[in-house]
């Protein structure tokens, strides 16, 4: 690997030839290139279990897609196409697997109507999941199955249409949750019966993950008059590592490469007024955070105005990222911004990578008058 001494006088010797337009209230103001340097800090998991339904994401044929048994407190995400050339339907069925009645309660949880504008279908369900206005309950007899939603079957998946839902549930005794492809004029509960197992894509995007919730907090407070411009990378597998669990259809070991459903929450600590901007690394994305400050809780649209940004970054050459990984990088003309807010003190974003967006980000901190 190139040293970071290298790497810094590559990035060094770029700053001299770029400009940067920075967004400001009101104006915007020409500034130069800036150095950035990354954050440090500490992470620990903790929560429930994520059932993860993504393999393969481009269904040909009828089946099973993933299935595990689980109980307490855990979240589903499920997204699949229909790349079949006939009507399809998508369902969530929950078997009850104990000898106890049982309650399946879901907490909050978001799912649109099949579609194939991806990147919008990301960012509205990943947008109603954390506004957290949806809650219902399941009741469920011994061995009985039910659809996790009644609705589930009224909703036809036309060839190269998406299917995406995320829900946070908890649950008094183990339930098998299954996600399931079936033809469009099928019972599901009947055909669930003798229902197989599809294989994985390439990608092998399914498994079951302990502990859904990963904490970041920052080691110490943010100076913006000391400490310039900061970054903390996100969703990139080496600062900020992936999952590992297990794929329950098969019991290999899997990875969740973007650590899709996995629910951040992000503590953060300035000692004066910090401009905050999020910067897509990857491609084009759209998605939505939560910012909790001082009492108050505001949704925020990533980017605002429009349904996605991050499609007018040219591709970086290999040092740039390299430098990145080790801890430098530029904020130059290129980089493209969501404004996140500005803060004082400590702030909490919550933040899910949202489907069909490209990873990693960046969440920037900057002087606010800056």
């Given at each position: 690997?190139?040293?970071?001494?290298?790497?810094?006088?590559?990035?060094?010797?770029?700053?001299?030839?770029?400009?940067?337009?920075?967004?400001?209230?009101?104006?915007?103001?020409?500034?130069?290139?800036?150095?950035?340097?990354?954050?440090?800090?500490?992470?620990?998991?903790?929560?429930?279990?994520?059932?993860?339904?993504?393999?393969?994401?481009?269904?040909?044929?009828?089946?099973?897609?993933?299935?595990?048994?689980?109980?307490?407190?855990?979240?589903?995400?499920?997204?699949?196409?229909?790349?079949?050339?006939?009507?399809?339907?998508?369902?969530?069925?929950?078997?009850?697997?104990?000898?106890?009645?049982?309650?399946?309660?879901?907490?909050?949880?978001?799912?649109?109507?099949?579609?194939?504008?991806?990147?919008?279908?990301?960012?509205?369900?990943?947008?109603?999941?954390?506004?957290?206005?949806?809650?219902?309950?399941?009741?469920?007899?011994?061995?009985?199955?039910?659809?996790?939603?009644?609705?589930?079957?009224?909703?036809?998946?036309?060839?190269?249409?998406?299917?995406?839902?995320?829900?946070?549930?908890?649950?008094?005794?183990?339930?098998?949750?299954?996600?399931?492809?079936?033809?469009?004029?099928?019972?599901?509960?009947?055909?669930?019966?003798?229902?197989?197992?599809?294989?994985?894509?390439?990608?092998?995007?399914?498994?079951?993950?302990?502990?859904?919730?990963?904490?970041?907090?920052?080691?110490?407070?943010?100076?913006?008059?000391?400490?310039?411009?900061?970054?903390?990378?996100?969703?990139?597998?080496?600062?900020?590592?992936?999952?590992?669990?297990?794929?329950?259809?098969?019991?290999?070991?899997?990875?969740?490469?973007?650590?899709?459903?996995?629910?951040?929450?992000?503590?953060?600590?300035?000692?004066?007024?910090?401009?905050?901007?999020?910067?897509?690394?990857?491609?084009?994305?759209?998605?939505?955070?939560?910012?909790?400050?001082?009492?108050?809780?505001?949704?925020?649209?990533?980017?605002?105005?429009?349904?996605?940004?991050?499609?007018?970054?040219?591709?970086?050459?290999?040092?740039?990222?390299?430098?990145?990984?080790?801890?430098?990088?530029?904020?130059?003309?290129q980089t493209e911004l969501a404004d996140l807010g500005t803060f004082d003190g400590k702030v909490q974003f919550e933040y899910s990578p949202p489907a069909a967006s490209y990873l990693p980000i960046n969440i920037i901190l900057m002087p606010a008058d800056d």
């Amino acid at each position: 690997m190139i040293s970071i001494r290298k790497i810094a006088a590559t990035a060094l010797a770029l700053i001299t030839s770029l400009s940067i337009t920075m967004p400001s209230v009101g104006a915007k103001a020409q500034r130069p290139s800036s150095m950035m340097h990354n954050i440090q800090f500490e992470t620990f998991d903790t929560g429930g279990t994520l059932i993860f339904s993504d393999s393969p994401e481009y269904v040909k044929d009828n089946g099973i897609l993933y299935s595990d048994v689980v109980s307490g407190s855990a979240r589903l995400l499920y997204y699949h196409l229909n790349d079949s050339t006939s009507d399809k339907k998508l369902a969530v069925i929950v078997e009850n697997v104990s000898d106890q009645f049982n309650t399946l309660n879901i907490t909050r949880g978001a799912a649109t109507k099949p579609g194939r504008k991806f990147l919008s279908i990301g960012k509205a369900v990943l947008t109603s999941y954390l506004k957290n206005n949806f809650r219902t309950s399941l009741t469920l007899n011994r061995n009985e199955r039910k659809l996790l939603r009644d609705n589930m079957n009224d909703l036809v998946l036309k060839p190269g249409q998406l299917a995406y839902g995320l829900y946070d549930f908890n649950v008094d005794y183990p339930v098998r949750i299954t996600v399931m492809m079936y033809p469009a004029t099928a019972d599901p509960l009947f055909y669930y019966l003798g229902a197989q197992v599809l294989p994985k894509d390439e990608q092998q995007l399914r498994g079951t993950f302990k502990e859904m919730t990963r904490v970041i907090r920052t080691k110490k407070k943010y100076d913006p008059q000391t400490d310039g411009i900061v970054y903390l990378l996100l969703s990139d597998g080496t600062n900020d590592q992936y999952k590992i669990g297990i794929d329950a259809t098969d019991g290999s070991s899997v990875v969740n490469f973007g650590n899709y459903g996995i629910d951040y929450r992000l503590e953060l600590e300035t000692r004066d007024k910090t401009q905050f901007y999020l910067s897509p690394l990857g491609g084009m994305y759209a998605g939505a955070m939560r910012s909790n400050y001082k009492g108050h809780s505001q949704l925020i649209l990533v980017p605002r105005g429009k349904t996605y940004f991050g499609d007018e970054t040219p591709k970086e050459p290999a040092n740039v990222h390299e430098a990145r990984q080790e801890g430098i990088a530029l904020l130059t003309a290129q980089t493209e911004l969501a404004d996140l807010g500005t803060f004082d003190g400590k702030v909490q974003f919550e933040y899910s990578p949202p489907a069909a967006s490209y990873l990693p980000i960046n969440i920037i901190l900057m002087p606010a008058d800056d």
